[in-house]
């Protein structure tokens, strides 16, 4: 495009080319361009540099995203919608340039010196970009059809008027007209050049609106650009262009024709197909100016004619909401670099009034996919994982299943993330109670994993026959077939059963299934005949896995090492151990951890030494994670098992070439072994280092460093720690102090001989909405008995009552025995046999209990 002169034609035509490639590779080529679009391979629209603006404006990065995230319809949507976004944007930068001729334009006259924007070219540009299916449109196939061209080629509203008008065709459209008006010449004319003719007419668009040419309506012809108009786009009529002998479309004889012009085109320009934000903009610039105007001047409507107000109209402005194309870019590159850009999914919605196949319901109800996972239902999933990560089960457990009453209901993956919770905590009757609630009772369709999980609760409580029957059950009518994890699960149940045939079994229709040969389930049928003595039979289904993979999981020679030490044959131990380092297999931190851990038990240092710094070599993340924080746990506990507490710490700092993140884990392993070997210090330092980690400790690494200050007689230091837990508690959704932990303070202070602060600590549970319970009363009660508080202790008891709380017989023994001595022995009497039913409960206390 040439950078001088710029029209509305030649930014259209630039503005079509871009349009039609960008259709072809999402029609035409749609497989090739879909191909090529790999998520698994780095592809992105880069940021330009940050010094040098773009010549254009940048394709907006909302496209970025993973391709195998939704479906191929709905992702080439969007493409189709960001391409719309960057076509409109580049026409609209061109068109910023738009510039007038003083020589040649009428306005030279009204225009001031720096006014360079031409509001009717911007009006022709918008029109015939808006006269074209946007890409969406042709993607979707949603482009509402045009309406229909007349094929006649004549120039003419009527005959009557082709006379009149032929003055103002330019001088080979005259030519054409004159010979059509001759017989003879019809005559001859051929089928081709009738064509021609008519293709030639059809393909004339109008300068103001952009509309083809269409034999029942009037045009005219600029004798200067020679354009030509709808006469109700320019406000000419057949009868007043009888008068005018020159036609001039920029030279208009009122100075207040500019404005009606304007106001005669809007309409159309606001029709819903209008896409352009930066026009309306122009719009409402342009009428606001002339209301201000109007209303500082209190002018009436004849004021309009004024050359100043003219001038005042046409004077330059920021049309695009920046003051250059550079500062544009600036801010399209500030907004880019947002955390998160949100694609325009309103585009992605379906026309409602489309067919659609109805759904079939016989076919299977398929589980959730990862794509629910958004909005609210993301919002609960990530606050019962949160109660789950603060050890609150019941909470979660609770949140999750009045959730299902709700209109935000659990995902499959928040269903999972609760019973494996419970698997985890060995509340195996939890685990199918959740899994009958959520999947049986609440319609919830359940995946592989879900079953996975019932499964191995079923195996971990010996109903290996239970097991059996979900495995069969997902054979028969689940959707998907059973994964790796299933027959590990089922495998290692059969043989903790002593059902070795039926194990192996398994594995046989494990692999005529077309599963592979998974490395963890011969592992559990080697480890069972091992165990069973058989250990000519396990090397058998040793060197079959071998046979059939030439990369397997080194937790193989775990088991075989343990076999051979057992034995006393450490050098075949060590000789198996050697052969799979030979194989220089990519171990993953698990199969590592196995290897250290049997080597550390048989005490195999330089070896296991040998194995965490190749862990720490290899690790280079994100292309491979070597080594993990369960790593660093075994040779920390090393060190301390060693008694090389120094040691210990300076392991536990090192890191490989790439940083690894430790987690909570990690640091309460090591503070629990400093506070058992009575380094409280060492361990309040790496406490101290845990926010600069950006790791927040838990209710275990509070527990932890308390006890370990009442043990070392440090009370007031167990009573900071107290504070910092409750204040991380307010702060960090699913962290709670539960009553537990206060019956730890209870304990400690009652040891260091501070009962009174101890009760004022038991004051505040009511206050924090924790309620005591028998352990809370019995420490303290038991500690005011001691001491000869029995008023106090009385008090305390008879709430316990209140509170529906049962007293145990050794506490119950323990009141009779004090009060008796003190002669006291009927007031006891009276709250043991008379319990709580003639108890009244004030009403403050009720509503707290």
Same mark, same amino acid.
Not at 240 to 257: F, G, M, P, T, V
Not at 483 to 488: F, I, P
């Given at each position: 495009?040439?950078?001088?002169?710029?029209?509305?034609?030649?930014?259209?035509?630039?503005?079509?080319?871009?349009?039609?490639?960008?259709?072809?590779?999402?029609?035409?080529?749609?497989?090739?361009?879909?191909?090529?679009?790999?998520?698994?391979?780095?592809?992105?629209?880069?940021?330009?540099?940050?010094?040098?603006?773009?010549?254009?404006?940048?394709?907006?990065?909302?496209?970025?995203?993973?391709?195998?995230?939704?479906?191929?319809?709905?992702?080439?949507?969007?493409?189709?919608?960001?391409?719309?976004?960057?076509?409109?944007?580049?026409?609209?930068?061109?068109?910023?340039?738009?510039?007038?001729?003083?020589?040649?334009?009428?306005?030279?006259?009204?225009?001031?010196?720096?006014?360079?924007?031409?509001?009717?070219?911007?009006?022709?540009?918008?029109?015939?970009?808006?006269?074209?299916?946007?890409?969406?449109?042709?993607?979707?196939?949603?482009?509402?059809?045009?309406?229909?061209?007349?094929?006649?080629?004549?120039?003419?509203?009527?005959?009557?008027?082709?006379?009149?008008?032929?003055?103002?065709?330019?001088?080979?459209?005259?030519?054409?007209?004159?010979?059509?008006?001759?017989?003879?010449?019809?005559?001859?004319?051929?089928?081709?050049?009738?064509?021609?003719?008519?293709?030639?007419?059809?393909?004339?668009?109008?300068?103001?609106?952009?509309?083809?040419?269409?034999?029942?309506?009037?045009?005219?012809?600029?004798?200067?650009?020679?354009?030509?108009?709808?006469?109700?786009?320019?406000?000419?009529?057949?009868?007043?262009?009888?008068?005018?002998?020159?036609?001039?479309?920029?030279?208009?004889?009122?100075?207040?024709? !500019?404005?009606?012009? @304007?106001?005669? $085109?809007?309409?159309? =320009?606001? &029709?819903? +197909?209008? #896409?352009? /934000? *930066?026009? %309306?903009? !122009?719009?409402?610039? @342009?009428?606001? $100016?002339?209301?201000? =105007?109007? &209303?500082? +001047?209190? #002018?009436? /409507? *004849?004021? %309009?004619?004024?050359?100043?107000?003219?001038?005042?109209?046409?004077?330059?402005?920021?049309?695009?909401?920046?003051?250059? /194309?550079?500062?544009?870019?600036?801010?399209?590159?500030?907004?880019?670099?947002?955390?998160?850009?949100?694609?325009?999914?309103?585009?992605?919605?379906?026309?409602?009034?489309?067919?659609?196949?109805?759904?079939?319901?016989?076919?299977?109800?398929?589980?959730?996919?990862?794509?629910?996972?958004?909005?609210?239902?993301?919002?609960?999933?990530?606050?019962?994982?949160?109660?789950?990560?603060?050890?609150?089960?019941?909470?979660?457990?609770?949140?999750?299943?009045?959730?299902?009453?709700?209109?935000?209901?659990?995902?499959?993956?928040?269903?999972?993330?609760?019973?494996?919770?419970?698997?985890?905590?060995?509340?195996?009757?939890?685990?199918?109670?959740?899994?009958?609630?959520?999947?049986?009772?609440?319609?919830?369709?359940?995946?592989?994993?879900?079953?996975?999980?019932?499964?191995?609760?079923?195996?971990?409580?010996?109903?290996?026959?239970?097991?059996?029957?979900?495995?069969?059950?997902?054979?028969?009518?689940?959707?998907?077939?059973?994964?790796?994890?299933?027959?590990?699960?089922?495998?290692?149940?059969?043989?903790?059963?002593?059902?070795?045939?039926?194990?192996?079994?398994?594995?046989?229709?494990?692999?005529?299934?077309?599963?592979?040969?998974?490395?963890?389930?011969?592992?559990?049928?080697?480890?069972?005949?091992?165990?069973?003595?058989?250990?000519?039979?396990?090397?058998?289904?040793?060197?079959?896995?071998?046979?059939?993979?030439?990369?397997?999981?080194?937790?193989?020679?775990?088991?075989?090492?343990?076999?051979?030490?057992?034995?006393?044959?450490?050098?075949?131990?060590?000789?198996?151990?050697?052969?799979?380092?030979?194989?220089?297999?990519?171990?993953?931190?698990?199969?590592?951890?196995?290897?250290?851990?049997?080597?550390?038990?048989?005490?195999?240092?330089?070896?296991?030494?040998?194995?965490?710094?190749?862990?720490?070599?290899?690790?280079?993340?994100?292309?491979?994670?070597?080594?993990?924080?369960?790593?660093?746990?075994?040779?920390?506990?090393?060190?301390?098992?060693?008694?090389?507490?120094?040691?210990?710490?300076?392991?536990?700092?090192?890191?490989?070439?790439?940083?690894?993140?430790?987690?909570?884990?990690?640091?309460?392993?090591?503070?629990?072994?400093?506070?058992?070997?009575?380094?409280?210090?060492?361990?309040?330092?790496?406490?101290?280092?845990?926010?600069?980690?950006?790791?927040?400790?838990?209710?275990?690494?509070?527990?932890?460093?308390?006890?370990?200050?009442?043990?070392?007689?440090?009370?007031?230091?167990?009573?900071?720690?107290?504070?910092?837990?409750?204040?991380?508690?307010?702060?960090?959704?699913?962290?709670?102090?539960?009553?537990?932990?206060?019956?730890?303070?209870?304990?400690?202070?009652?040891?260091?001989?501070?009962?009174?602060?101890?009760?004022?600590?038991?004051?505040?549970?009511?206050?924090?909405?924790?309620?005591?319970?028998?352990?809370?009363?019995?420490?303290?009660?038991?500690?005011?008995?001691?001491?000869?508080?029995?008023?106090?202790?009385?008090?305390?008891?008879?709430?316990?009552?209140?509170?529906?709380?049962?007293?145990?017989?050794?506490?119950?023994?323990?009141?009779?025995?004090?009060?008796?001595?003190?002669?006291?022995?009927?007031?006891?009497?009276?709250?043991?046999?008379?319990?709580?039913?003639?108890?009244?409960?004030?009403?403050?206390?009720?509503?707290?209990?």
């Amino acid at each position: 495009m040439d950078d001088d002169v710029r029209k509305p034609e030649q930014v259209f035509r630039d503005f079509r080319g871009r349009r039609s490639g960008i259709i072809k590779a999402l029609t035409t080529d749609v497989e090739k361009f879909y191909a090529q679009c790999d998520p698994d391979e780095t592809w992105e629209v880069n940021l330009p540099a940050e010094e040098v603006p773009p010549e254009l404006p940048e394709p907006a990065l909302g496209i970025n995203f993973a391709r195998d995230g939704m479906e191929e319809n709905d992702w080439l949507a969007l493409v189709a919608v960001h391409s719309d976004s960057w076509l409109l944007a580049v026409a609209f930068y061109f068109a910023a340039r738009f510039e007038f001729n003083k020589e040649t334009s009428g306005f030279s006259d009204i225009a001031s010196s720096g006014s360079k924007i031409s509001l009717l070219l911007l009006m022709r540009l918008h029109s015939m970009i808006n006269s074209l299916p946007t890409v969406y449109e042709v993607v979707t196939r949603t482009a509402k059809p045009s309406r229909e061209k007349t094929s006649n080629g004549s120039i003419k509203s009527s005959k009557s008027s082709s006379k009149k008008n032929a003055s103002y065709l330019d001088a080979s459209e005259q030519l054409k007209l004159a010979e059509s008006q001759k017989p003879s010449k019809m005559q001859v004319l051929t089928d081709l050049d009738s064509r021609e003719d008519e293709e030639e007419h059809e393909n004339t668009l109008c300068g103001a609106c952009g509309d083809n040419y269409a034999a029942d309506e009037f045009w005219i012809c600029c004798d200067v650009c020679e354009q030509w108009f709808h006469g109700k786009c320019v406000r000419i009529t057949p009868a007043k262009a009888e008068h005018i002998k020159q036609y001039n479309e920029r030279a208009l004889d009122d100075n207040s024709e !500019l404005i009606r012009v @304007f106001l005669h $085109r809007s309409p159309p =320009l606001l &029709s819903p +197909r209008c #896409g352009s /934000a *930066s026009f %309306l903009f !122009l719009v409402a610039m @342009f009428f606001f $100016r002339h209301l201000l =105007l109007r &209303s500082i +001047r209190g #002018g009436a /409507a *004849s004021d %309009l004619r004024s050359p100043q107000l003219i001038a005042a109209l046409c004077a330059p402005s920021r049309h695009f909401a920046f003051s250059s /194309a550079e500062e544009a870019a600036a801010e399209r590159r500030r907004r880019k670099r947002r955390l998160r850009i949100e694609p325009p999914l309103d585009a992605l919605r379906r026309d409602p009034n489309a067919y659609r196949q109805p759904r079939d319901p016989n076919a299977p109800r398929l589980p959730d996919s990862t794509s629910a996972l958004v909005g609210p239902r993301l919002n609960l999933h990530n606050r019962v994982q949160s109660l789950i990560r603060g050890g609150d089960l019941e909470a979660a457990s609770s949140t999750a299943r009045h959730a299902v009453f709700s209109s935000v209901r659990p995902t499959v993956f928040t269903c999972n993330a609760i019973t494996a919770s419970m698997l985890r905590a060995g509340r195996l009757d939890d685990v199918v109670a959740l899994f009958t609630f959520f999947f049986n009772q609440s319609n919830i369709v359940p995946n592989v994993v879900s079953y996975n999980i019932l499964i191995n609760a079923h195996c971990n409580a010996g109903r290996v026959d239970v097991a059996l029957d979900v495995y069969r059950h997902i054979l028969e009518n689940a959707p998907f077939s059973p994964s790796y994890v299933t027959y590990r699960h089922l495998t290692k149940g059969l043989v903790d059963a002593d059902r070795m045939q039926d194990a192996i079994d398994l594995l046989r229709e494990m692999l005529n299934r077309g599963h592979g040969a998974d490395s963890m389930v011969y592992n559990t049928i080697m480890a069972g005949f091992i165990d069973r003595g058989n250990m000519e039979r396990a090397l058998q289904f040793f060197d079959e896995l071998r046979d059939r993979c030439l990369v397997y999981d080194g937790i193989v020679h775990s088991t075989l090492m343990e076999a051979y030490f057992k034995q006393g044959m450490d050098k075949e131990a060590m000789d198996s151990y050697q052969s799979l380092l030979d194989r220089q297999f990519k171990m993953i931190p698990a199969t590592c951890n196995v290897l250290i851990e049997t080597l550390l038990k048989h005490n195999k240092l330089a070896e296991a030494e040998a194995m965490f710094e190749n862990m720490l070599n290899n690790h280079s993340p994100p292309g491979f994670t070597a080594i993990n924080t369960d790593t660093y746990n075994l040779m920390v506990n090393q060190r301390f098992k060693e008694g090389k507490f120094v040691e210990a710490i300076e392991t536990f700092h090192r890191q490989p070439k790439k940083p690894l993140i430790m987690d909570v884990g990690c640091f309460n392993n090591i503070i629990a072994k400093l506070c058992e070997n009575r380094l409280l210090l060492e361990a309040q330092t790496l406490f101290d280092e845990m926010p600069e980690k950006s790791v927040n400790p838990d209710a275990t690494t509070f527990r932890t460093l308390i006890d370990a200050c009442f043990r070392v007689g440090r009370a007031d230091d167990a009573m900071e720690f107290l504070e910092k837990m409750i204040k991380n508690s307010g702060e960090s959704p699913g962290f709670r102090v539960d009553v537990e932990v206060y019956n730890m303070i209870f304990d400690g202070l009652v040891k260091a001989g501070r009962i009174s602060q101890a009760l004022k600590v038991f004051d505040k549970l009511w206050e924090r909405g924790i309620r005591p319970n028998m352990l809370s009363y019995e420490v303290l009660v038991t500690a005011l008995c001691n001491v000869g508080s029995l008023d106090r202790a009385r008090d305390l008891f008879e709430q316990m009552l209140r509170s529906r709380i049962n007293a145990t017989s050794e506490l119950s023994a323990l009141l009779s025995d004090t009060f008796g001595k003190a002669g006291r022995s009927q007031e006891i009497e009276g709250l043991l046999g008379g319990g709580s039913s003639s108890i009244v409960v004030p009403q403050a206390q009720q509503v707290a209990v």
